[in-house]
C-alpha cells in the first residue's frame, strides 16, 4: 500500500518555511516542525486506483494551473472558462477526499440513513475525477435536481443506490457558485487545515432561498435561474498558499454585487449587510468576476483582493473551528492574530501553540 496525501504535497509546500510545514496535532497539544511527506497522510488513505487517477486527472493538471496563472499573481487572474473548470474540479475534490473519522455513534447513525445520503468516499471522488467538462458536472447536479420538481420522486432518490447526495451537494455547491481570490495581509498568513478548506452557514444559510422564491411570487421571473442555483452554504474557503485563498461563494451574493443593476432588489431593512451575513468582508470583497469577451474566447477577469487582519483572523477561525485532529501553517509568528482571536471565538484551546 502507498502513502497518500489527503492534501497534495504541492499545496502544502505553499506553507513552508525554509522547507518545514509546522504541524499542529488539536488532540496531544502540540506542535512539531515537519516535512510535507509526513503531514495529512496515511498508508492505505486511498486504494492504488484512486491514488494514481488523483494523480493524473487532477492534481497535475490543477498544478500546472496554479504555477502558471496564480501562484504569482498579484493584483489580477484571469481564467479561461476551461481553468474555471479544471479550478472548481480541484475544489470540489478537495472537499470531498478527506475521509472523516466516524465514532460508534455515528456510524449507527449512518447505518439508519437512507442509501443516497449513506457517503460514498472513493466511488464519490472517482466519479468527479471521471469528468472533463463543466457540462458533465451539471450531469451529477440534474440528476437529482430533476428529480425534486415532483416530492413523490424524494423516496426514489433517497433508497436508490444510483444517487449520492453528498457528490451532489458538493458538486452544486461548487460549480454553482461563483469564485473569489483573496490574499493575506502582510502582518498575517493562512493556515491549512485536515479538510483543505472551510464551510460557512451564517445568519441567511437558510432564508436566501425563500427569500427568492418570495421575490419568484411577486412576478420576478428573472430570477428563476438563480432559485435553482442557491445552496444553504454560504462559502466555502479553500487556502491555496500562506498568501492566496480561493473562496467560493453562493450565487446569492450576487444579489448585494449588483454593480450594473441586472437585478435591482431591495433587501428589507432588517436584512443582513454582507459583512453581518459572511461574518467578514463587505461588498466590494466578494464582487464577482468580470467576463472579457475577445474573438479568441471569453475570459473570467479576478481582482485579488486584500483581507484586513481582523478578516483573515476570521477565516482561519472558521477552517480551525471544523478541525477535529489537525491543522498546519509557516510559522506560529505569522499567526499570532489568529490565535489571539482564537481566545474567544475558537472551540479549540489553542494555548499551547507558542
Known amino acids: 500500500m502507498v502513502r497518500s496525501h489527503y492534501i497534495p504535497q504541492f499545496i502544502l509546500r505553499n506553507f513552508c518555511e525554509n522547507d518545514k ?7 496531544k497539544r502540540e506542535i512539531s516542525s515537519r516535512n510535507t511527506r509526513s ?4 498508508i492505505g488513505y486511498y486504494s492504488e486506483e484512486t491514488e494514481t487517477d488523483l494523480n493524473n486527472k487532477i492534481e497535475h493538471i490543477f498544478a500546472n494551473l496554479y504555477h502558471n496563472k496564480l501562484e504569482n499573481a498579484r493584483y489580477t487572474i484571469e481564467l479561461t472558462p476551461e481553468e474555471l473548470f479544471t479550478l472548481k474540479k480541484y475544489l470540489i475534490v478537495a472537499s470531498l477526499r478527506y475521509r472523516f473519522k466516524y465514532t460508534e455513534e455515528d456510524k449507527k447513525r449512518i447505518d439508519s440513513m437512507e442509501k443516497a445520503f449513506k457517503p460514498e468516499f472513493e466511488n464519490d471522488i472517482k466519479e468527479i475525477l471521471n469528468i472533463n467538462t463543466v457540462n458533465e458536472a451539471y450531469n451529477i447536479i440534474n440528476k437529482i435536481d430533476s428529480q425534486l420538481y415532483d416530492f413523490r420522486n424524494i423516496d426514489k432518490i433517497q433508497n436508490s443506490e444510483e444517487y449520492s447526495i453528498p457528490l451532489w451537494a458538493e458538486t452544486k455547491d461548487i460549480i454553482q457558485s461563483y469564485i473569489v481570490f483573496v490574499q493575506a495581509p502582510k502582518e498575517e498568513e493562512f493556515i491549512i487545515p485536515e479538510l483543505g478548506r472551510g464551510m460557512y452557514y451564517g445568519s441567511i444559510a437558510f432564508k436566501k432561498l425563500s427569500f427568492i ?3 419568484l411570487l411577486q412576478g420576478r421571473v428573472d430570477l428563476d435561474p438563480l432559485s435553482t442555483s442557491v445552496t444553504i452554504r454560504d462559502y466555502s474557503i479553500f487556502p491555496l498558499s500562506k498568501r492566496l485563498a480561493v473562496i467560493s461563494i453562493s450565487s446569492f451574493y450576487e444579489l448585494y454585487c449588483d454593480l450594473n443593476g441586472l437585478y435591482n432588489v431591495r433587501f428589507p431593512e432588517d436584512f443582513p449587510t454582507v459583512s453581518e451575513a ?8 466578494i464582487l464577482p468576476p468580470r467576463i ?9 477577469q479576478y481582482e485579488i483582493k486584500n483581507l484586513s487582519v481582523k478578516d483573515i483572523c476570521i477565516l482561519n477561525s472558521v477552517m480551525i473551528n471544523e478541525t477535529t485532529d489537525y491543522f498546519a501553517f509557516s510559522n506560529s509568528s505569522r499567526i499570532k492574530n489568529t490565535l489571539e482571536f482564537a481566545k474567544e471565538n475558537s472551540k479549540h484551546n489553542l494555548k499551547f501553540i507558542q
Open 292 to 300: 472579457k469577451y475577445t474573438r479568441k474566447g471569453n475570459f473570467y
Open 213 to 215: 422564491v418570495n421575490l
Open 278 to 285: 459572511l461574518g467578514f468582508g463587505d461588498k466590494n470583497l
Open 39 to 42: 503531514v495529512f497522510s496515511e
Open 21 to 27: 510545514i509546522t504541524y499542529c496535532d488539536i488532540n
